[in-house]
């Protein structure tokens, strides 16, 4: 059963995870836990960090527009539906260029997290081979160990 990681490792780990230069496998170490548990806290914060821009977009996109023209609508049980024609939301500027800038920060992590990655296959196939390797290791000691026990056993 995986343990659980305190919430104030996680908070460090979200910590350096922000700073530049400081890749999961040196964070796994430093802290202490497994690079899986690095990876899935960067998925964490990565995901509620996008999940708070795009809440903001909307409330600005939604809250910036008026909802009805300064006239009471003729029918009072009727919504108004003043710039409500399609569905599509406007952004700001300001919007605009701040998920802009979050994309282009996405778009450098994830270079960097593919670097990481390759690296991490490449260290995962060296082990391999080497488990691979020491398993054949292995087998030969023990078919040794066989011929030994049974000269042994003849001798006697």
Request: charged share 40%; net charge positive; aromatic share 2%.
């Amino acid at each position: 059963m995986p343990r659980r990681i305190a919430d104030d490792v996680k908070e460090e780990a979200a910590e350096m995870l922000k700073r530049e230069g400081t890749t999961q496998r040196e964070i796994a170490q430093k802290l202490k836990i497994s690079p899986s548990s690095v990876s899935k806290i960067n998925q964490d914060k990565l995901s509620s960090s996008r999940r708070s821009s795009i809440s903001e977009a909307r409330f600005v996109a939604t809250s910036s527009r008026s909802p009805c023209s300064p006239q009471p609508c003729s029918i009072p049980p009727a919504p108004c539906v003043a710039n409500q024609s399609d569905n599509s939301q406007q952004l700001s500027h300001a919007d605009y260029e701040q998920i802009k800038k979050g994309n282009e920060e996405l778009k450098k992590r994830n270079a960097k997290l593919s670097k990481e990655n390759k690296e991490l296959k490449i260290e995962n196939e060296k082990l391999r081979k080497e488990s691979e390797r020491m398993e054949k290791k292995l087998d030969d000691k023990e078919k040794q160990l066989d011929k030994l026990i049974e000269l042994c056993g003849k001798r006697k």
